[in-house]
């Protein structure tokens, strides 16, 4: 997960107290300059990130996708304002970002697992499989109709 904020002037001990409630959810704040995000981001996948660079910037990232702990946090620091992020490699806005970020996708499996369920019934690995199945016995049958042939014509002597 990365965020990318704009970030207004902020005292160090805001900063600071910003920094130790993001590193209590894993996460970490991090500012570069803009040369150094144009060398980095030139060629990447991330390339359409380059406008929200061009002004004083703040990058938040962590390994795991918590954003309803990050919008937690920034609410108590107005000084840091959400322009988008990166999740699971696609580029979003805010709003996408924090509505995809606050999705339970183990709720969302479940859900759709149980739509084709019912929608294809209790059967639904047969209905899936049948014509692999049948691809697979024809094929061994040709298979061993094959090999029974050639040994009957190897043992009749001529």
């Known amino acids: 997960m990365i965020a990318i904020f704009h970030q207004n002037p902020m005292s160090r001990d805001d900063e600071f107290e910003l920094t130790v409630a993001l590193r209590k959810e894993n996460m970490y704040f991090k500012r570069y300059s803009k040369k150094i995000m144009t060398l980095a981001l030139t060629d990447s996948p991330y390339t359409a990130t380059m406008p929200l660079y061009m002004c004083h910037f703040a990058i938040i990232f962590g390994s795991d996708v918590n954003a309803t702990a990050l919008e937690k946090i920034v609410k108590n620091f107005p000084q840091i304002i959400l ?43 047969r209905q899936l499989t049948h014509h692999q199945s049948t691809l697979v016995a024809r094929l061994k049958q040709i298979g061993t109709n094959e090999t029974t042939s050639g040994e009957n014509e190897e043992s009749v002597p001529v």
């Open 83 to 125: 322009l988008g992020g990166v999740l699971e490699e696609h580029v979003l806005t805010k709003e996408n970002f924090l509505r995809y970020g606050k999705m339970d996708l183990t709720s969302s499996r479940v859900h759709l697992v149980q739509l084709l369920q019912s929608a294809g019934g209790n059967n639904l690995n």
